[in-house]
């Protein structure tokens, strides 16, 4: 009997916190558009129709938020322009991308920042704890612009014709790159010969021999089909990428208290998450693209030849206070600082 009671006892507890989760914006209707930077099925279009269902379902249906994957409002340029201006409300876009709206999130394109493992704990760490997140959002302000978390979405991995083993593999490489200044200036220091080109492109690009080589997470490789035209995948373990979901200031702050507190909530509770979700997606899209292509071959770069190219990539980072607008060495300096206090606190080597 005791058993029974306590069943339902806890069975009344989480039917009475979840009503207490629901339907708790009284204000009037809110409507909104969110804008992907990737496509139907992609990471930050799921995360934009998990987004909008939360906040319909927590205000009740009175918050009411409209997803548009890529290709359906524009470009990718496109969306980061016309969420400044207001006509969308909220972006999810990477980090590179929004590097040529606000010059200072070129910091998180640098290479060998971060460790081997537990990014996504130390991205929560940095931006529950950390200096850099209030120093970024105040870059952002300037744009108009709010941003909402930073998103793990895997490492970068090299796809490329050739094997690369070691920095002499790299010299001269056509590679492409997102549009983002140092970026390109990171991997000119590896010896590659860097170009940007429109993600809807590259496919046809390696296809032709425009490029010989591209850089993005496995799962994009897998989803844009660019194994198909190449036959290796290497992870230099020099960068991640992270997307970035970001709001209209001026739309944010005519929002009530409650709804900025939801939304910066469910914004802020999806990095670990989203950090599981690209590993395992990442293995996942490993696993297809060797079923689809058995003759393809993945390397991840040893200790010493890491070693040699993080070497390269630190001369880079001067390149990004010149470049990056205003506070950037202020910024620089907080995110390295993070990083290192990160690693401290979640016992990283």
Same mark, same amino acid.
């Given at each position: 009997?005791?058993?029974?009671?306590? /069943?339902?006892?806890?069975?009344?507890?989480? /039917?009475?916190?979840?009503?207490?989760?629901?339907?708790?914006?009284?204000?009037?209707?809110? =409507?909104?558009?969110?804008?992907?930077?990737?496509?139907?099925?992609?990471?930050?279009?799921?995360?934009?129709?998990? *987004?909008? +269902?939360?906040?319909?379902?927590?205000?009740?249906?009175?918050?009411?938020?409209?997803?548009?994957?890529? &290709?359906?409002?524009?470009?990718?340029?496109?969306?980061?322009?016309?969420?400044?201006? $207001?006509?969308?409300?909220?972006?999810?876009?990477?980090?590179?991308?929004?590097?040529?709206?606000?010059?200072?999130?070129?910091?998180?394109?640098?290479?060998?920042?971060?460790?081997?493992?537990?990014?996504?704990?130390?991205?929560?760490?940095?931006?529950?704890?950390?200096? *850099?997140?209030?120093?970024?959002?105040?870059?952002?302000?300037?744009?108009?612009?709010?941003?909402?978390?930073?998103?793990? @979405?895997?490492?970068?991995?090299?796809?490329?014709?050739?094997?690369?083993?070691?920095?002499?593999?790299?010299?001269?490489?056509?590679?492409?790159?997102?549009?983002?200044?140092?970026?390109?200036?990171? %991997?000119?220091? %590896?010896?590659?010969?860097?170009?940007?080109?429109?993600?809807?492109?590259?496919?046809?690009?390696?296809?032709?021999?425009? /490029?010989?080589?591209?850089?993005?997470?496995?799962?994009?490789?897998?989803?844009?089909?660019? %194994?198909?035209? @190449?036959?290796?995948?290497?992870?230099?373990?020099?960068?991640?990428?992270?997307?970035?979901?970001?709001?209209? =200031?001026?739309?944010?702050?005519?929002?009530?208290?409650?709804?900025?507190?939801?939304?910066?909530?469910?914004?802020?509770?999806?990095?670990?998450?989203?950090?599981?979700?690209?590993? +395992?997606? +990442?293995?996942?899209?490993?696993?297809?693209? =060797?079923?689809?292509?058995?003759?393809?071959?993945?390397?991840?770069? #040893?200790?010493?030849?890491?070693?040699?190219?993080?070497?390269?990539?630190?001369?880079? %980072?001067?390149?990004?206070?010149?470049? $990056? &607008?205003?506070?950037?060495?202020?910024?620089? #300096?907080?995110?390295?600082?993070?990083?290192?206090?990160?690693?401290?606190?979640?016992?990283?080597?």
């Amino acid at each position: 009997m005791k058993k029974i009671i306590s /069943i339902v006892f806890i069975l009344v507890l989480f /039917i009475t916190m979840n009503a207490a989760s629901a339907g708790e914006y009284t204000g009037k209707p809110i =409507k909104a558009k969110y804008a992907s930077g990737q496509r139907e099925g992609d990471f930050m279009t799921i995360m934009g129709r998990k *987004f909008a +269902d939360h906040m319909k379902e927590w205000s009740d249906g009175k918050i009411d938020i409209a997803v548009f994957p890529l &290709g359906t409002l524009g470009t990718t340029k496109d969306i980061t322009e016309t969420v400044q201006l $207001g006509v969308i409300q909220f972006a999810g876009v990477s980090s590179a991308w929004w590097s040529t709206v606000v010059p200072q999130t070129q910091v998180m394109t640098l290479n060998y920042l971060w460790p081997s493992e537990k990014v996504p704990e130390v991205l929560a760490w940095i931006m529950k704890k950390g200096e *850099f997140m209030p120093l970024l959002e105040e870059s952002y302000n300037k744009k108009g612009l709010v941003p909402l978390a930073l998103l793990y @979405q895997g490492w970068m991995w090299l796809s490329s014709n050739k094997e690369i083993k070691s920095l002499d593999d790299m010299k001269g490489l056509k590679l492409r790159l997102m549009s983002s200044k140092l970026l390109v200036e990171n %991997y000119r220091a %590896y010896g590659a010969a860097p170009t940007t080109m429109p993600f809807g492109e590259v496919y046809s690009g390696l296809q032709m021999g425009l /490029i010989e080589a591209q850089i993005n997470p496995v799962w994009a490789i897998y989803s844009m089909k660019f %194994y198909e035209v @190449q036959d290796y995948i290497t992870n230099l373990k020099n960068e991640t990428i992270q997307g970035i979901p970001v709001v209209n =200031k001026q739309f944010f702050e005519g929002l009530p208290k409650n709804v900025q507190q939801e939304i910066t909530d469910f914004w802020w509770n999806q990095i670990i998450p989203a950090g599981k979700f690209f590993d +395992d997606t +990442d293995a996942v899209s490993a696993t297809k693209i =060797k079923k689809n292509k058995p003759n393809i071959k993945f390397n991840v770069l #040893d200790d010493a030849t890491i070693a040699a190219f993080r070497a390269k990539a630190e001369k880079a %980072y001067p390149t990004f206070v010149e470049i $990056g &607008g205003e506070g950037s060495q202020e910024i620089l #300096d907080a995110l390295l600082r993070d990083i290192k206090n990160a690693k401290i606190a979640l016992g990283i080597k």
